[in-house]
Structures are given as structure tokens and as C-alpha cells.
């Protein structure tokens, strides 16, 4: 379990090639947006977009937007009062400046188990750059199953950070796999020098079932390793939302929004098994082009269960700069037999999300912006069918890309048009009422049809 520690080694390189598809005709696609808004009908958060509102600030704090669903809970000083985490759910706490908060899990023997715990500390408190959050896992007698730390970095920014722990089923190891009663710790990394106030979190916990079969024992060995060129083509604007809950679904594509010093903005990508991702930011220049901002804009990739795969960050001089993941190898199963953090993190398909943020330093000497941000995400490699799990995961769905993940993320170009880029918005917030879902596709198809004439 020591790949898990916060030493994280670089991967090697690898070069993603483009996907080719053919794109189906405006009616079909109407049609098939049309049968996926009414399957989304009832999704929760169905009201955003009949308010106008396409990301939702419920539960925001210092910019970050919660999970609607999150259950409070109260971390324990001691292991002994420590309550539980439920596979499948999304909790809020708050974290101390000192001492470390228990939780606890109740596991089997048969999934393994993840949970991911973000702080969100407040915006006008100074960090230091070796400041962050530690989270544990320890079974019943105190025997550590993994460790895993963030910390905030050179750029000393107050930001939302995510660290990650699990328990893995290994037949090959001694320790973390029996069932029983399970411990996650909280804490943060430098209390002597964190800043005094609380910090809130966001806590997920998650279950992995086992493959039918036996497969593969170790990682690929071999990949495409040459450094991807980034994508190509005009932006399509795309707003970032808040938080992990609230991401925005983008797939392969040139995608621009605003960033103003200070914030986060995050996007969800669906993975399939066999898919390589590569990202890179770019932000525009400054009509002052005069002073400098250490570890400026920083471009991070987290898998579906949130624990972060790799980090880039890079200074601002004013000027237009850009920031890219190194390059990564496909999603697949055996990936979590690897020795390098960055491997392992890619162990399953999904949501991944690519999480942007611009310093609050910036301000100090290029003002508040907000400043344009250009991201460009490549999907390589050819999906397959991955490892065939013998039961559900929870939450169900997990580790799957589904045809509404597909729709809710298209490709930047692929749409037909500004009506159907609504309907896909509203695809991407859950959706609203059947009827009102039957009236947009009406609207959308008779929009078309009047352009097309």
C-alpha cells in the first residue's frame, strides 16, 4: 500500500489519437435527445433550468458548491464515538485546525472501498504551501491500509483539496482484509501554521465489486507513450461549474469559459475502459503584462471516486500561458497493480474530472479579470468492455460510462446547433417535467426545420 503516500512518481509518456465517428443526421439526433431528455425527467435538480439556472449554489462556500444530497455528520475525536460512512452517500463535515477527525466504515470482504474527503478552507485565510488535508485508513487494531496527502502548493492559494483513501482486497496482502469495522482519519498536514478557522468538507464514500473472473495481476507493461498534441478548433463556450457534485459534462473538444483569481472550476469527462484523456489549459493574457504569480493556473485530473490522478501548475507573467497533464495510459483494470500513484489512479472507467484553478494571487498584479480560459481535452485509444464486475457498485453506476453520460458530454462541433446545445444543457442538469421535455424537443425540431428551409 506505500504507492499510496503522497510520493507520487511521473508515469511515462503517451500520445492520444484522435476518435473518429460519424455523425448522425439533426432529426436523428433530435431523436435520440428526445428519448434521453425523457429518461432524465426525474433526475434531481429537474427545476435548474426552467429557473434560468444551469448550476446550482446550494450549500456554496468560498465559491464551492456541495453536493444537494450531502448528509451532515460529525466527525470524533476518538475512534471510539467515530460515525459511520455509508458506501454510495455524500456527507458534509467540518475540520478543526488541530487533531484528527475519525469516521468509520463497516466493509466486506468482497469490494473494495474508497473514500475521498475535500476541504474547502475559507477564501481570505492564508496557506502555506505544505498546508493541507491527510486522510487515513486504518483497520480495527490501528494497522494502516492506506495514507495520501494534499497540500496547496507553491502558489500558497486557498482552493478546494481533495485527498483519497481506500481499502484493497489482495490476496497477496497481510494486512486490511478482513470485514469488520474500518477507521477513515482527517487532518490537516501544517496545523501549526493552517489558518485558525474550520474548514468544511465533503466526504464520498464508495464500493468497488470484484471482476467475475481473474485477470490480469499487474500493469500493462507497455503503451502509447508519445506526448499528445493538444486539440485543435475554435472554443465553444462551456461554463465550469463549483464543485465535484455540480461539474460540467464535457467529452473531446475545445471548450472556453471565464476564471477570475481565486476560483475552481471543474468539468466531468466520461472515460470508457481502453480510453486515454489528455487535457491542457490556457489562459489568456493581461493588458498589464507586468509582474509574475507562482503556480498561477493549475490543471489537475481526478478519477470517478475523486482521488486526484495528476497535477500540472505554471506561473503568469501577463502573457498567454498554458498548462498540460503529462501524458497517461488507457484506463483499465490491472492499472492498480502499479507502482507509480499516477497509474493506479486510472484503474477504473467513468467520470473523471478535470479541475481548474487560477491563483487569488493573480489579483495582486493583473487585477480581478475575469480572464479567458481555454480547455482542450483529447479521448484516445478504443473502448472495450473492461473487467465484467461480479456485482453492482455503490453508488450503482459508478465505474460505467452510460449512452446518457455520452449525451450529457458531447464532442465541441458535434451539436446541431444553438437549440440543440440547450437540450443538451438541460440533458446535463437532470432535466425538467416530462411535458415541458416534450415541448424543448418540439421547439428544437421546429427550429431546425425552419434553418434548414
Known sequence: MERWCTAR????????????????????????????????????GATALATGDLGSTAGATAGYDFADDAVRVAGASTTAGAEPLEAGSTYRSTLPRNGVLYYRLDLDDASDAYVSVTAVPGADGEVTAVDGIRVSV????GGSCS????????????????????????????????PGTYYVGVERTRPQDSPPDDWDLEITAAAEPRPRQGGAT???ETWDSASPEPLAGEPERRPGGNGFAHATPV??????????????????????????VSATAELAGSADASG????????????????????AA?????????????????????NRYATAGQVGALRFAGDYYLVVHLAAQVADDFGQGPFALTLRVRLGGTADSGPGYAGESRPKGLFEVSAQDRAAAPASGSTGGADEDLAMKAVAVGGIGTGSLLLLGLAVWTATARRRA
Open 147 to 178: 495514507v495520501q496527502s494534499t497540500t496547496f502548493g507553491a502558489a500558497r492559494s486557498p482552493r478546494p483539496v481533495t485527498a483519497w483513501g481506500m481499502r484493497e482486497i489482495d490476496p497477496g496482502a497481510n494486512r486490511c482484509q478482513d
Open 292 to 311: 509574475y504569480a507562482t503556480g498561477a493556473l493549475r490543471l489537475a485530473l481526478h478519477n470517478p471516486v475523486r482521488g486526484e490522478v495528476d497535477d
Open 251 to 276: 467529452g473531446q473538444g475545445v471548450w472556453r469559459d471565464d476564471i477570475r483569481p481565486g476560483e475552481t472550476l471543474y468539468y466531468k469527462v466520461p472515460v470508457d475502459w481502453g480510453r486515454q
Open 138 to 141: 486504518q483497520d480495527a487494531d
Open 218 to 220: 499487474k500493469a500493462p
Open 9 to 44: 512518481r511521473r508515469a511515462g509518456t503517451g500520445r492520444a489519437r484522435p476518435t473518429v465517428s460519424v455523425r448522425p443526421t439533426v432529426p436523428a439526433r433530435l431523436a435520440v435527445l428526445a428519448a434521453v431528455l425523457m429518461t432524465t425527467a426525474a433526475l434531481p
Open 314 to 334: 505554471r506561473g503568469y507573467t501577463g502573457r498567454r500561458t498554458s498548462v498540460g497533464l503529462a501524458p497517461l495510459p488507457p484506463v483499465a483494470y490491472p
